[in-house]
């Protein structure tokens, strides 16, 4: 087999999670190819919402703005709905906090946009960057040595020094290093859902939402709403594809419809399941590689993502020699028990959702959205400061992800902002009100707080002795 480009990083998958690999990566000025075996991006809606954590990593790629413009036909469209049909449903309350938050959370809101729009833009971005993007290029099979990993294509072989597996739940890279999950497994029973294209504006002008629950005895379900006008996903309880579904989403729909369309019908069926390791010698797993978790608020898609930004720093760091390998370690350290709490937290909502009863006892919806969850083992100096990880209070602790506060009186510049791609000390007093004046945070390019204590001396040698292991 020729030889091709030698990459410091083989991506395997071209979703949403591998794409925003290649761009963590490229903004770190890691040299990285993609391959993906479909030809395109995915033609299926899929995820569609997209948290403050995931935009804040989009704010540092550049990229936020351009999300948020993708996303402006579904602005308002945040709320939820529920009736005996879409046209007898009424929409509900905003959640809101309980008792409020009393700072501004995020720089970022989050957003709906559809997967099947978000791709491509991520995609057109990682190949601007500079990634080496080869769609239609199926992975064979891949060895590792004593320094590099080398991966089969069809034609050719691509040698790189590690592989970020991100080709999904049934990864063939997990499985051909025996990686084994643990959990809940199928949650429920199995699900349909009927993506379709019908003209529904004047249906739900006035009422614009995010997911209607339709209770109606012959057509339950919820529907998803994808553009805000043309294209919806209806999700449908039972495993039978073979319905006659125009019939079925007009007794949902309540309306006539002529113009009605289904694209395509996909089962599916519910799991939580989380990789018992997610490394083994130069391969990483990440997004469903690594965890599978039922599909509440694009959970997988959003911890996917959070996965790479954690685990492209690193590798950059090890490359250019700052770092020694073992730091590596630290993203099974950290991204499993994250990525466990947020199936876990995803299986449980999903069915507290099924139920129609709340349960008091999950944790805040922060704690996920907005980088709340809180690692207590890694490339981290635990300073004895861990709360319960289901309240949302954000004060700096070591191991989340720095609290937000605006640093100029224009609202430009968030603390954020301060770190990535490069380590940061942010020194506390004045508006960084979450630390006293004197005291210090050590913040790594991923916005987490590393270390908090007095003097930027002292910051420069913690940061040293962490990259160091």
């Not at 294209?231 to 006659?244: C, I, L, N």
């Not at 949902?252 to 395509?264: E, F, I």
């Not at 959070?306 to 490359?319: E, S, T």
Request: glycine share 12%.
């Amino acid at each position: 087999m020729s030889g091709q480009r030698t990459p410091d990083v083989l991506i395997v998958g071209g979703g949403l999670v591998g794409l925003t690999a290649a761009l963590v990566l490229r903004h770190h000025g890691v040299c990285v190819t993609l391959v993906e075996r479909r030809a395109g991006t995915s033609p299926q809606p899929k995820a569609r919402r997209f948290h403050m954590r995931t935009m804040e990593i989009f704010r540092e790629l550049g990229l936020a703005g351009l999300v948020h413009a993708a996303a402006r036909d579904l602005a308002g469209h945040d709320h939820m709905a529920a009736g005996r049909t879409l046209a007898e449903a009424e929409r509900l309350p905003l959640w809101q906090p309980a008792g409020g938050i009393a700072v501004e959370v995020s720089p970022e809101l989050p957003c709906l946009l559809a997967q099947d729009s978000l791709e491509p833009l991520l995609r057109a971005a990682a190949v601007e960057a500079g990634a080496d993007v080869r769609f239609g290029t199926g992975l064979l099979g891949f060895e590792q040595t004593g320094d590099e990993v080398i991966g089969r294509l069809e034609h050719a072989e691509i040698r790189a020094r590690y592989l970020i597996a991100a080709d999904g739940a049934r990864s063939g890279i997990r499985e051909a290093l025996g990686i084994t999950r643990a959990g809940s497994g199928a949650l429920g029973g199995p699900n349909v859902n009927v993506y379709f294209t019908a003209d529904l504006a004047d249906v739900v002008r006035g009422r614009e939402f995010n997911l209607c629950q339709i209770d109606h005895p012959d057509a339950p379900g919820a529907l998803a709403c994808v553009d805000g006008r043309h294209r919806w996903v209806f999700m449908s309880p039972g495993g039978d594809t073979e319905r006659d579904w125009p019939s079925l989403l007009r007794t949902a729909l309540g309306v006539p419809v002529p113009d009605l369309d289904v694209r395509s019908v996909l089962p599916w069926q519910a799991e939580m399941l989380v990789a018992e390791r997610y490394s083994a010698g130069r391969v990483f797993l990440a997004g469903d590689a690594a965890h599978v978790m039922p599909p509440y608020a694009a959970s997988g898609a959003n911890t996917g993502i959070a996965d790479v930004h954690n685990l492209g720093w690193k590798l950059a760091a090890v490359l250019r020699g700052q770092a020694a390998p073992g730091l590596l370690d630290t993203y099974h350290a950290e991204r499993r028990p994250a990525g466990w709490f947020a199936a876990e937290q995803s299986a449980r909502r999903t069915e507290s959702f099924r139920l129609g009863a709340p349960d008091p006892t999950l944790a805040h919806p922060y704690v996920l959205a907005a980088g709340g969850f809180q690692y207590t083992a890694g490339a981290i100096v635990p300073d004895g400061s861990e709360e319960p990880t289901l309240d949302f209070a954000p004060a700096g602790r070591v191991g989340t992800r720095v609290p937000h506060r605006w640093l100029d009186d224009g609202r430009a510049v968030s603390t954020l902002d301060v770190a990535g791609p490069r380590w940061a000390v942010l020194p506390g007093g004045g508006r960084v009100d979450f630390a006293g004046p004197g005291e210090v945070l050590l913040l790594r390019p991923d916005h987490v707080v590393a270390w908090r204590g007095t003097g930027a001396d002292d910051a420069a040698r913690v940061r040293d002795a962490l990259l160091q292991g």
